[in-house]
C-alpha cells in the first residue's frame, strides 16, 4: 500500500518562507513522478509543481514560479517544496501526488496522478 505524509505546513507572514515535505512508502520512489497541488477555500485543486523521477526537470505554476522550488531525495523517499516570498494568496491545504509514469512527461492534470496525501495547511498572513 502506498503512502504519502505531507508536513511542514504552518502559520507564516507574508514574504516568509516554508518548506513543506512528502515522504513517499509502500513502492520504490524512483518510479514516481511527484507533483505539489493546492486548494484555497471555495476553490478547486490546482496544480503547483511536479518534478520527474530523477529530479532532473521539474515544471512550475506561473503564480508560483521563480518562489516556489521543488525537489526530491530519492535515497529518503521524500520529496520537497520549498516556498519563499510567501503571499496572502498562496494560503491554502497543500497536498503531494505521485504518479507512476515510465516517462519523463509532467502532467499537470489531477487527474493523471495515481497516489495523494492528506494535505498541510499553508497560511500566509497579510
Known amino acids: 500500500q502506498v503512502q504519502l505524509v505531507e508536513s511542514g505546513g504552518g502559520l507564516v507572514q507574508a514574504g516568509g518562507s516554508l518548506r513543506l515535505s512528502c515522504a513517499v512508502s509502500g513502492r520504490p520512489f524512483s518510479w514516481y513522478i511527484m507533483a505539489w497541488f493546492r486548494q484555497a477555500p471555495g476553490k478547486e485543486r490546482e496544480f503547483v509543481a511536479a518534478?520527474?523521477?530523477?529530479?532532473?526537470?521539474?515544471y512550475y505554476a506561473d503564480s508560483v514560479k521563480g518562489r516556489f522550488t521543488i525537489s526530491r531525495d530519492n535515497a529518503k523517499n521524500t520529496a520537497y517544496l520549498q516556498m519563499n516570498s510567501l503571499k496572502p494568496e498562496d494560503t491554502a491545504v497543500y497536498y503531494c501526488?505521485?504518479?507512476?509514469?515510465?516517462?519523463?512527461?509532467?502532467?499537470?492534470?489531477?487527474?493523471?496522478?495515481?497516489?495523494w496525501g492528506q494535505g498541510t495547511q499553508v497560511t500566509v498572513s497579510a
Open positions: 501526488a505521485a504518479r507512476v509514469y515510465s516517462g519523463s512527461y509532467i502532467s499537470t492534470r489531477r487527474v493523471d496522478y495515481d497516489y
Open positions: 518534478i520527474t523521477r530523477s529530479g532532473d526537470d521539474a
